[in-house]
């Protein structure tokens, strides 16, 4: 088939490609002879007749693709061949986007071994009738056997199909253990085109916080009684404009989970802080993981001093703290917020990968975490307290955080209480405590992560467009539970040519307009080759 192509596209002669066929006959001599047959009269003539012309090599080819056909679709208690990659996948990669790539590849690969052997088989055949149309042109019975051979093939060629379709269609095996089994389909895997930094717009966005709203903090309420509240009415806060705006960039991940009645789709989605947030062009700073943490990124800059001449001078939460802990973030159909303890970000850790990586948290997480040397990043929690002194001693905010240089065997991580006095940085030394957050999904109803879904045209024409949904009805408001499959029907009319079919993605809630990735799905020539129904109508999963 290489040469076949090389030739076709002009970069070889018909030499070559008939070199190529003789070097498979000749492996066709091998195969025979391997199925226990020999040659009385070794002649090249004696052993076309023999090959050709009795069914020795089509039961080869045969047993060996049905083997290959049931290996797919093993139950499960056998362990067959997906399984067994999405197991390996769930084992060494952390992520639903990583997992779906093995697994994917893995598929493909036992795929084109069962394609290669069909395509030699169909050579063998094609062999076949050239020996034939040399040997037995008026011989009816040879001709015969000849179209029953080829109807064979295309039976087989169309089993194969049907077994590949039920094995991409059904549930995979990705774990199974103590805590409750994991099955998916493959379209229920979150893909790496969605894992992806979104710009996620904060719904109650502070400005500023004035000393009313910190009255009706319940830890302020708490620590302070009556008589020091009114000092905290004097002041007010904003939040750090550069960084932590109405609108923050967020990494999504996925992991696979169990499925619940709560977590039907059995993908629990995940938002953590992005490290490369936009800034504006005017301003001074510029920054990246490999800058030096900018002060509004320093841990200590989650509180806020009110410096007092006559008392003690008090550490309150940030206006910047109260934005990214307190408040609901949407990526446009899903609202998430700041864990409030470890256990609400657990299935995110509960990975071979985590294991594999000594259980340490900023290993597992380095992508998303900043990497500068004397840096440690805390997950912080939506939780905070007071160290609370008497009226002449300074006192801190008492943050909720997980240690991400800290080893937590297990999934299950551990969160300590961190006061702000003992992680100020050493500015001289270059040493910093940098925060992160992450935020889990607050399911909808259903328990479904929603995505909203159009169509759209570009260009000059008339065409109709249109989404199913796996009911057969017309995508309801556009949105689309994950993992559910939507069909794309569509038609030009009249003279309308359609040049492409285009995937757009816009993961900006501040500007939802911006396509932040495209690709191509059906190029002008792929659209030529689709069969359209009855009604003109193309249709694509």
Known sequence: MKAAQLYMDGKTDM????????????????????????????????????????DTIDGVFKRSIWSMINALNKPSDEKNYADAAAQFAYRAYGFSGDQYNYIVSSIDKQFMEIIKMEMMYQEFIAQRGDYFEEKYPDDESKWESYAAWTNDLNKLNEDVAKAMDTMLDREILVSDSTVGSIRMKLDEFVKPEDMVSVR?????YHEKLTGEF????????????????????????????????PFVNFHRIAVPTPKTEENPSGIDIYYIFDTSQPHDAEEDWAWNSDDSVPENLRFYQFEEKIDLTLARDQHIPSCDFINLTKENY??????????KNTAEFQSLFATGLFSALS?????????????????KTYI?????????????????????????????????????????????????????????????????EDGYYKTKVDVATNGVGDTELEM????????????????KEVTLRFKAEGTTVLESLTLQRHNNTENPSEVTSEETLLTKDQIATLSPDEEGYYIIL
């Open 15 to 54: 030499n070559a490609v008939e070199e190529s066929k003789q070097k498979l006959y000749d492996n066709f001599i091998e195969v025979y002879k391997a199925a226990g047959n020999s040659f009385e009269n070794p002649t090249d003539e004696k052993k076309k007749d023999a090959i050709f012309c009795n």
């Open 200 to 204: 996620m717009k904060n719904e109650n």
């Open 214 to 245: 910190y009255e009706n903090e319940q830890p302020i309420i708490d620590a302070f009684n009556e008589g020091y509240l009114y000092l905290i009415e004097e002041y007010g806060w904003k939040s750090n404009a550069d960084v932590i705006t």
């Open 330 to 339: 949407s990526d446009g159909q899903n609202q998430f917020s700041c864990a």
């Open 359 to 375: 259980s340490i948290p900023g290993d597992y997480l380095s992508e998303y975490l900043l990497t500068k040397k004397d840096t």
């Open 380 to 444: 912080a929690l939506s939780d905070y307290d007071f160290d609370y002194h008497d009226a002449w001693a300074t006192s801190y905010t008492i943050f909720h955080v997980v240690d991400t240089t800290g080893q937590y065997p297990g999934s299950s991580l551990e969160s300590s209480t961190l006061s702000a006095e003992k992680i100020q940085p050493d500015k001289s030394a270059g040493a910093y405590s940098a925060y992160t957050v992450i935020l889990k999904n607050r399911p909808q």
């Open 468 to 483: 199913i949904q796996e009911d057969g009805t017309t995508c309801q408001e556009n949105t689309v539970p994950s993992g």
